[in-house]
């Protein structure tokens, strides 16, 4: 339920990327797609390395790990540690104080056991540490908002703007009342553990996932984002607890038979409980008890697959998940709180029960030995949720999303594998989807919620192409072409920023969203990667690499007024390799 954060990426295998929803094999939180950080495996051989960075803003970094037999090959172990820091490049004026420092420690270690042929099992616990300043957030001053002035012919109305967002250097956030209040920022510690068992039966592996994840995070933040007096959005302090557990049962076959199958089992448990939650005054630097809350999910789930190559070359593939989520969101009161005008959630208002069926289909035509087509259709669910604390009740609940995938695709290797093609066509049909709008509180100040829209539609083409030009000289080039938007959609924040006076004829005339494009989705992205690379001597080579990265512009909100303007990104990059040494710049 946390964020990775601190997650080991120097000591990982690989990283995979599995594109459209993986709910049938994976699961909740793989609704539209899954990445997979594949932790090392031990060696059965010694062997270790170690990393050193330094870098400008007080950059420091030291990571390494070591791995090998604890008596035979029977038991492996691997263990790593790290430790970073980043001094952060922004300044608060508000205070002259520094803005975005991060600082992370780390430890790990994992065990593998084979105490037969047919029997392994590894067991992997990690410890995890930041601290990291308060985030540097700029809000754009109101004075720049050149749309949606409040009129009488507009009573609804706030302020807005239209065009690329101006950014500049000046961050001025209340992190003095924060640290003379618990403190600025954030500081998480994690303590998490895995235990995968592997019977291997005649023909078919039995299989045992079990996870857990232990989280105390410390958060303090200025929500007004500017320094802004507490009606236009608190200073906060809060202490949460994150607890997980999970438990998979899993039965597979044999992959060298033409008719291959899982089946299995799954028990999540998750629970968000804020231990405590402040307030704290920006005229008086008092800090006051807030209402707090707990979010409890609960997920069971039965999944299967079945693979068969039903003719040379053809392959057909049916996954299927039922799953059951069981959602609790509680709010506590201040203490000394006015009542509410609504009822705060608690386990009778804000409980619901989201069950799904989350089928996937696969087609693949191995047309050569080199050449392989596909086709997906696939759905993907995203739990409902509620709003806690909401001015009406009708904005209580949140339904649960869902999402169709219909994909094409090609895979390549030609000429002699020294070029890589992949590309994909794909269409997807959202239905309810969760979008965050902004609503009044009774209490004064706003308020961001989720709210379902209709439906929405996205259809786009993706490309890869890597390419060993020499045996120098490579080239890796990405392109990606999106279009999103709203098909049916009635907005009535919409609505007030064109003029609405709050009735429902006017929500519909003017909050109607058909045809605007989905917030924060860009049209376009593309990258390309070259790298150079040549021997000095037998065991020494030079390389030089430079890549390019692109994303356009996209809006925002929902509105499609302010957007963030095209992004380019050039990195350069030099190194030397000697042996077990490589030293980059």
């Not at 699961?27 to 090392?40: D, K, L, Q």
């Not at 205070?95 to 392994?120: Q, V």
């Not at 039995?206 to 994840?213: E, K, Q, R, V």
């Not at 917030?519 to 690499?545: F, G, I, K, N």
């Amino acid at each position: 339920s946390g964020g990775l954060l601190a997650a080991e990426m120097d000591n990982l295998e690989r990283v995979e990327i599995l594109r459209g929803p993986q709910s049938a094999q994976f699961g909740r939180g793989t609704y539209a797609g899954a990445i997979n950080y594949v932790t090392r495996a031990p060696l059965a051989a010694p062997a270790g390395a170690i990393k050193l960075t330094g870098a400008e803003h007080d950059t420091k970094e030291v990571s390494g790990w070591w791995s090998g037999p604890l008596a035979d090959d029977r038991a492996l172990v691997w263990i790593g540690a790290g430790h970073r820091e980043y001094g952060g490049e922004w300044t608060n004026t508000r205070d002259g104080s520094s803005l975005g420092g991060e600082k992370s420690d780390e430890a790990s270690a994992k065990l593998l056991l084979r105490p037969t042929e047919a029997l392994d099992a590894t067991l992997r616990l990690a410890w995890q540490r930041t601290d990291d300043e308060h985030f540097p957030m700029y809000l754009q001053p109101s004075t720049l908002n050149n749309c949606c002035e409040r009129s009488a012919e507009a009573p609804r109305a706030r302020e807005y703007y239209i065009g690329k967002a101006q950014p500049e250097n000046n961050l001025n956030l209340y992190t003095d009342l924060l640290d003379r209040n618990g403190g600025s920022g954030n500081q998480l510690d994690r303590t998490s553990g895995s235990l995968a068992i592997n019977w291997h039966l005649d023909g078919m592996t039995l299989t045992s996932l079990t996870g857990i994840l232990r989280d105390r995070l410390e958060s303090g933040f200025d929500s007004s984002y500017a320094g802004y007096p507490s009606i236009a959005g608190p200073v906060i302090h809060e202490v949460r607890d994150f607890d997980d557990v999970s438990q998979e049962l899993r039965l597979t076959s044999a992959a060298d038979q033409p008719l291959r199958f899982i089946a299995g089992l799954y028990y999540y448990k998750g629970d968000v409980n804020t231990v405590s939650r402040e307030q704290i005054n920006t005229a008086t630097g008092a800090s006051m008890p807030d209402s707090r809350g707990r979010d409890k999910v609960e997920n069971y789930a039965i999944f299967g697959s079945i693979e068969y190559d039903f003719a040379a070359r053809w392959t057909a593939g049916v996954e299927l998940r039922w799953a059951e989520d069981e959602v609790t969101v509680t709010a506590t009161p201040a203490p000394n709180a006015p009542p509410p005008t609504t009822p705060l959630c608690n386990s009778t208002l804000c409980n619901d029960t989201f069950r799904s069926l989350t089928p996937r289909f696969t087609l693949t035509w191995q047309t050569t030995d080199n050449i392989t087509t596909y086709a997906n259709i696939a759905k993907g669910t995203k739990p409902g949720d509620f709003n806690s604390k909401v001015p009406d009740e009708s904005y209580r609940v949140v339904d649960e999303e869902t999402l169709w995938s219909y994909e094409l695709g090609i895979k390549a290797q030609l000429l002699e594998d020294r070029l890589t093609l992949l590309m994909a066509g794909y269409y997807l049909q959202l239905h309810d989807q969760q979008v965050t709008s902004l609503v009044e509180l009774d209490t004064g100040g706003t308020a961001s919620i989720l709210v379902n829209a209709g439906e929405t539609s996205a259809y786009g083409i993706e490309t890869e192409i890597e390419a060993a030009l020499t045996d120098n000289f490579s080239l890796h080039a990405t392109y990606a072409w999106t279009h999103s938007e709203f098909d049916a959609y009635i907005s009535p924040e919409e609505a007030d920023l064109r003029g609405g006076n709050g009735s429902y004829a006017d929500t519909q005339r003017l909050g109607d969203m058909s045809g605007k494009r989905s917030p924060r989705v860009p049209e376009h992205m593309a990258s390309l990667t070259a790298r150079y690379q040549r021997a000095l001597t037998a065991d020494t080579q030079w390389y030089t690499a430079a890549d390019w990265t692109y994303e356009s512009s996209k809006y925002a909100q929902e509105h499609n007024l302010i957007e963030t303007g095209d992004r380019q990104l050039v990195g350069l990059q030099a190194g030397l390799q000697h042996g077990r040494w490589d030293a980059s710049l």
